[in-house]
């Protein structure tokens, strides 16, 4: 049941990061920069952050911890800012159909650097999501709308990076208590967002001109709420379980891109969604079946 409860975690973490695409597309929209959203969104998530640091965690943290937390901050910052300019060109269910194939990527990662080939029920899983990817993405029927090379590029590119932060959340200084890991990631990514976008939107007054309005959710959808389930949950789950686990991105985008955006998705592409779905239950159901609460890892 506790494995249960971890995959949930992830699941719902992916869910919320899902969740993001349409946000910075409204927020693209009333006028901001890509550069003011995202600066916005780590402003708003290091503020949270730092709220709940000061309420709730008073542990110290040895340098060397904070070293290695600090490298993985930088995937997280570098998907934000190549998956931000993919969903800047592409439709947003294109934009993260292409962060989606941080799947594979995970599980290849994984597989190279435990050397250790990924078990049956990975493999059938990952085949069933890439099914269910190019289903849902529209790719079969050429229905995702207008794209750009360079948008296709950060897209594939934020995938490579995310992959990269889901392997490092679940191996590096997994000892460290959940809030004390969180701040150090996103203090690191906070800080190199200030130095990739210049800290303009601390004094251009776009804040008060209703960039909050994004930077909040943007915050709590993408840092409070996926950073901390996948730091719990990511060490007891495994990455390679934690990425397909991490599919559950591209459903939640796809259906909140159609209610907020009313982006259309035909009934294949809701199909797609369907066997995506099915594909992340595969490891979960394998799982129920053998009767034993083994370590993911231990299932291949």
């Known amino acids: 049941m506790n494995m249960l409860k971890y995959s949930a975690l992830v699941f719902l973490g992916a869910c919320s990061y899902g969740t993001l695409s349409t946000v910075v597309k409204l927020g693209l929209a009333d006028g901001f920069t890509i550069q003011q959203v995202l600066g916005g969104q780590y402003l708003f998530g290091w ?55 941080f799947t594979w990527i ?54 490579v990076s995310f992959a990269l932060y889901i392997y490092l959340s679940g191996n590096i200084a997994t000892e460290v208590p959940v809030l004390s890991r969180t701040f150090v ?39 409070i709420i996926p950073v901390i389930f996948f730091a719990i949950a990511i060490p007891k789950v495994g990455p390679g379980l934690g990425t397909i686990l991490g599919a559950a991105e591209l459903p939640a985008a796809v259906i909140v891109s159609v209610i907020v955006l009313h982006e259309h998705v035909s009934p294949l592409q809701w199909f797609g969604i369907v066997v995506v779905l099915v594909g992340i239950a595969i490891p979960q159901m394998a799982s ?4 034993s609460h083994l370590h993911p890892s231990e299932l291949g």
Do not use: C
């Not at 200030?194 to 601390?202: D, Q, R, V």
């Not at 909050?212 to 959808?221: S, V």
């Open 47 to 101: 503020g949270f952050l730092l709220i709940l640091m000061l309420l709730f965690s008073r542990v110290r943290i040895g340098w060397r911890h904070i070293k290695h937390l600090m490298l993985a901050g930088i995937p997280m910052i570098s998907t934000s800012i190549l998956y931000g300019h993919a969903v800047e060109q592409l439709p947003a269910s294109l934009a993260v159909l292409l962060l989606f194939q």
């Open 106 to 159: 995970g599980v290849i990662l994984e597989a190279v650097m435990q050397r250790k080939f990924p078990s049956k029920v990975k493999l059938i899983s990952l085949a069933v999501l890439i099914i269910g990817t190019l289903l849902a993405g529209g790719v079969l029927e050429n229905t995702s709308g207008g794209w750009t090379l360079s948008g296709v590029i950060f897209g594939l590119l934020s995938a």
């Open 185 to 223: 990631m996103v203090s690191s990514a906070f800080v190199l967002s200030i130095i990739a976008f210049t800290p303009s939107i601390l004094f251009d007054g776009s804040i008060a001109n209703g960039l909050w309005k994004y930077g909040i959710p943007l915050g709590l959808l993408g840092i």
């Open 288 to 291: 129920f079946r053998s009767k």
